[in-house]
């Protein structure tokens, strides 16, 4: 009897040991350097749940070094009766740019891949310091998304983009730039371009000081690009395969393109019906051309 236990101990001892082998931790064996790489594949919300798994991980997600999507799910159409009361609206904001602040003084890490922030944010304070955030991280690309959630607080003003900004190097970095309703005019956003080499994407749309722009010089790599109602618009980008534009009925200068889809809305797009001459100079390469006609 005495000699039948001890043998069952034994085996049991043997089970414990190959069930611990089984469960051994051997994602906690990585580098700091690893593990961050792949917290920076989740979204942000995922990485700093894992705070939780244990003192190793507590703060790895700090460095978090991906993409940052901020938005409120409370915008959607189905939460948009819920907000047509402006106390609820202004404290849902406020919760909104608190969580933003929270974050992004969490993070330590030295670059970041993406920065976007969309809802209706009317402080500029912290508009400021998302932007500042940008420059220092040399986000690669950064969407400032300010539409207006309900059609009645269209008499808000718009965020107006800082022309200090411009100077910065740091900007070098952006590969992509979107800004939907951000107050900036055509010679800040031209400067600011200027130090942009590596833009490949443009957007800019709902800028109510955005009149007259002229994309040209330094962007040799920038490929799409997308604008609001512009009074004066040249063009000359030598490696734009996709142009999108709303505007009004004049002619827009085009330089050297090389455009295979464009998209024209508003008046604009009734002035190509009567003007189809116009686009002569790049048909050759176009694949899909599309007229959002203007009722008159």
């Given amino acids: 009897k005495n ?4 043998c069952n101990k034994k085996i049991k001892r043997e089970i414990v040991s190959e069930d611990y082998t089984c469960v051994h931790d051997r ?6 350097h690893v593990l961050v790489n792949v917290l920076s594949c989740l979204t942000i919300q995922e990485a700093a749940r894992t705070s939780i798994l244990s003192s190793r991980w507590r703060y790895l997600w700090k460095w978090f ?10 915008t959607t159409a189905a939460h948009k009766f819920e907000l047509r009361d402006d106390k609820v609206f202004d ?10 602040n929270q974050v992004l003084r969490s993070l330590q890490s030295r670059t970041m891949e993406e920065l976007r922030i969309r809802f209706d944010v009317t402080s500029d304070d912290d508009i400021h310091n998302w932007i500042k955030f940008a420059v220092e991280k040399k986000v690669r690309r950064l969407e400032l998304n ?23 190097s740091s900007f070098s970095s952006l590969t992509e730039l979107s800004l939907i309703n951000v107050a900036i005019t055509g010679d800040i956003l031209a400067h600011l371009l200027s130090y942009c080499p590596l833009l490949e994407v443009l957007s800019v749309i709902q800028s109510v000081c955005l ?14 690009l997308k604008l609001g109602y512009l009074e004066c618009l040249e ?14 009925a004049k ?9 295979v889809e464009v998209s024209f809305g508003g008046s604009f797009s009734n002035y190509i019906m009567k003007n189809l001459c116009w686009l002569s100079s790049f048909l050759v390469r176009l694949h899909t051309l599309k007229l959002n006609l203007a009722l008159p």
């Fill in 211 to 224: 009149k007259h722009l002229k994309v040209s010089g330094s962007l040799l790599k920038l490929k799409y």
């Fill in 251 to 259: 002619p827009i200068c085009l330089g050297k393109v090389r455009l």
């Fill in 27 to 32: 994602l906690s064996e990585l580098s700091d």
């Fill in 146 to 168: 300010f539409r207006r959630f309900l059609a009645g607080r269209w008499e808000v003003g718009q965020y107006n983009f800082p022309p200090h900004f411009v100077s910065y």
């Fill in 65 to 74: 070094t991906g993409c940052l999507n901020f938005h409120n799910s409370l």
């Fill in 235 to 248: 063009i000359d980008a030598p490696n734009l395969i996709s142009f999108e534009f709303n505007g009004p």
């Fill in 3 to 6: 000699s039948f236990l001890h």
């Fill in 91 to 100: 404290v849902e904001r406020r919760k909104f740019v608190s969580w933003v």
